[in-house]
């Protein structure tokens, strides 16, 4: 459940991004393109974060549950972003989105594979990699259907004249995405280990090979 909802959460937005800064904030062609740059930033953050606070021997799922926060932050901003018409705003949520994925895909991944037997990490990367992606794919779809969905509502007039905006399909993803996430820190929450104890043990180690692009 707590990989589940934080592949969602942080997912639906993938294919949102762009078209909300052209259409809300009037970012041009190129800015809108630096997105992509900016939020893959933000993922190398994440995970030279992760592994710093994992070298640390804190618990990988506390470091995934940090990952969710920046994810609720990172919302927040964007979706304050459209009122003020702030592109500044709407970068540094970019941003932190990627860095909490970042966060929350290396604490989750770490705490499969501390899960293994013998060995066979293998089994536990592979089911990790099953939730995440068919998560991922699932969100995806829906949040493209949802916008146009309640976009098309709000144009017709059918929501009322306060939320005939261009931006209410966006900011409506954005807060289920938020909803998400919130619901994956209640699921984390009781698999975090209090102390200084690390499920990975001296000798396991991520490689990068390992995380999902």
Same mark, same amino acid.
């Given at each position: 459940f707590?990989?589940g909802?934080?592949?969602?959460?942080f997912?639906?937005?993938?294919?949102?991004?762009e078209?909300?800064?052209?259409?809300?904030?009037?970012?041009? @062609?190129? +800015? $809108?393109?630096?997105?992509? !740059?900016?939020f &893959?930033? /933000?993922? %190398?953050?994440?995970?030279?974060?992760?592994?710093?606070?994992?070298?640390?021997?804190?618990?990988?799922?506390?470091?995934?549950g940090?990952?969710?926060?920046?994810g609720?932050?990172?919302f927040?901003?964007?979706?304050?972003?459209?009122?003020?018409?702030?592109?500044?705003?709407?970068?540094?949520?970019?941003?932190?989105?990627?860095?909490?994925?970042?966060?929350?895909?290396?604490?989750?991944?770490t705490?499969?594979?501390?899960?293994?037997?013998?060995?066979?990490?293998?089994i536990a990367?592979?089911?990790?990699?099953? @939730?995440? +992606? $068919?998560?991922?794919?699932? !969100?995806?779809? &829906?949040? /493209?259907? %949802?916008?146009?969905?309640?976009?098309?509502?709000?144009?017709?007039?059918?929501?009322?004249a306060?939320?005939?905006?261009?931006?209410?399909?966006?900011?409506?993803?954005?807060?289920?995405?938020?909803?998400?996430l919130?619901?994956?820190?209640?699921?984390?929450?009781?698999?975090?280990?209090?102390g200084?104890s690390n499920?990975t043990?001296?000798?396991?180690?991520?490689?990068?090979?390992?995380?999902?692009?």
């Amino acid at each position: 459940f707590a990989v589940g909802l934080g592949a969602a959460g942080f997912s639906m937005q993938d294919i949102l991004l762009e078209p909300y800064g052209a259409q809300v904030l009037g970012l041009s @062609v190129s +800015a $809108t393109t630096m997105l992509t !740059a900016i939020f &893959a930033s /933000g993922t %190398l953050v994440g995970l030279a974060l992760a592994s710093r606070l994992l070298s640390r021997s804190m618990d990988p799922m506390r470091v995934a549950g940090y990952g969710v926060l920046l994810g609720i932050f990172a919302f927040g901003a964007i979706v304050y972003s459209a009122p003020i018409g702030s592109a500044i705003l709407f970068r540094f949520g970019t941003a932190l989105i990627g860095a909490g994925g970042g966060l929350f895909v290396v604490g989750t991944m770490t705490t499969a594979m501390a899960m293994t037997r013998d060995g066979n990490s293998g089994i536990a990367v592979g089911a990790w990699s099953a @939730v995440y +992606a $068919t998560s991922t794919g699932l !969100a995806l779809g &829906a949040g /493209g259907y %949802l916008k146009d969905g309640v976009s098309s509502l709000a144009g017709s007039g059918i929501l009322g004249a306060a939320l005939d905006q261009v931006s209410v399909g966006y900011i409506f993803i954005y807060h289920i995405e938020i909803l998400l996430l919130f619901f994956a820190l209640v699921a984390i929450g009781p698999l975090v280990r209090t102390g200084n104890s690390n499920r990975t043990g001296h000798n396991q180690r991520i490689t990068m090979s390992e995380i999902p692009s």
